[in-house]
């Protein structure tokens, strides 16, 4: 086999990994906590079913490559909660490490290339790159509606919190953004969300 | 919130329930079994990272698409064993059934462009299908081959079932058929696989 292929299989073997990676969110129907390649599957086809209501034309294939591997860091780094301000403080440097060993697994070319789309996304100044961050937004936010907001519970988590992540998902989709909003109200009127 | 949005979100939200159809395949690590979900993800980005080694010209976002969505059948069919006869018997009936209800929760004109590319997919007829059908067959093989061959040690899998299965390998990817037989081979060595 030549060392091209080789390298991709080991990279292939490795993100195997991110299955073991697990969120705060938990799966519909009350279910266990939710990993983070479970979560890239599910924004990846929501980016797909979702793109009219995108603001900007978006290039979907990128989108969805996007979807799929910008948690791939969290092998090595862990999860950060979206509302852990401690780890929040250290994720960026924990994350670039990971970024370096994971990626250079992969031939020159192919490490250059996920590593771009990978921090096309974190800095998040591009269509493609708006669009997702209102997946990675959308999606717990309806596994957690569907939930009665049992993670923002378990978390005392604030609607102020919640509707300042939703920022991103007014970039990225204004129909999407509402959709959020409509949930975030429901919520606090049910007392799952403190004001 | 329009019609349509409403239904997208439904089936959304739906197809959350894949997380919870586990397959034979365990994960590298000899970890726990692994879900639909999780398989497709992985399937996904090996489509992308490995499409220069497909035998013809292949729309990668649709191979994407393509593996991401070609288990959701399973919501309500189950996992069926590749080695289980008994059950591959019934299997199309089940899946049939499923896949009408659940595209059924999508507008009718995505729920015509999934069922006929989770059609393409199933037929194998196509450029796209064929390379989809070798990530299917290659991605539990390299966690099986990363576990010492556990699972067919597990099912008693004889190396021509394996190889029979890895036929729609080499209409996808001459390249990744020849992984594919070196990987048996390897485990017919080691006892791993019966002859």
Redesign the interface.
């Known amino acids: ?1 030549d060392e091209r ?1 080789r390298k ?2 080991a ?3 490795e ?3 991110e ?2 990676v697990f969120r705060q969110t938990h ?3 009350r ?1 266990r906590r ?2 983070d ?2 979560h ?3 924004m ?3 980016a ?3 793109r009219e ?1 995108a603001n900007e034309e978006v290039d ?2 990128r989108v ?2 996007m979807c ?2 910008h948690d791939i860091v969290e092998i090595d780094a862990g999860d950060t909660y979206a509302y852990d301000a401690e780890g929040l403080k250290t994720q960026k440097a924990r994350e670039d490490a990971a970024k370096e060993r994971i990626f250079s697994l ?1 031939p020159e070319d ?1 490490k250059k290339e996920l590593t771009a789309l990978f921090d096309e996304f974190e800095e998040c100044r591009t269509a493609d790159a708006r669009y997702a961050h209102a997946m990675d937004n959308l ?1 717990p936010l ?2 957690n509606d ?1 939930n009665d907001g049992g993670d923002w519970i378990e978390h005392g988590v604030s609607a102020q919190a919640v509707r300042k992540r939703q920022e991103k998902t007014l970039q990225g989709s204004e ?1 999407l953004y ?2 959020a909003m ?1 949930i975030i109200r429901e919520h606090v009127r049910k007392g799952h969300l403190t004001e």
């Open positions: 086999m292929l991709q299989l990279f292939s073997l993100i195997d990994r299955k073991n799966l519909s129907g279910g939710e990993n390649a479970e890239a599957w599910h990846a086809v929501m797909w079913l979702l209501h979907i294939a969805m490559l799929l591997i992969l192919q999606q309806i596994l569907s129909a509402e959709v409509g």
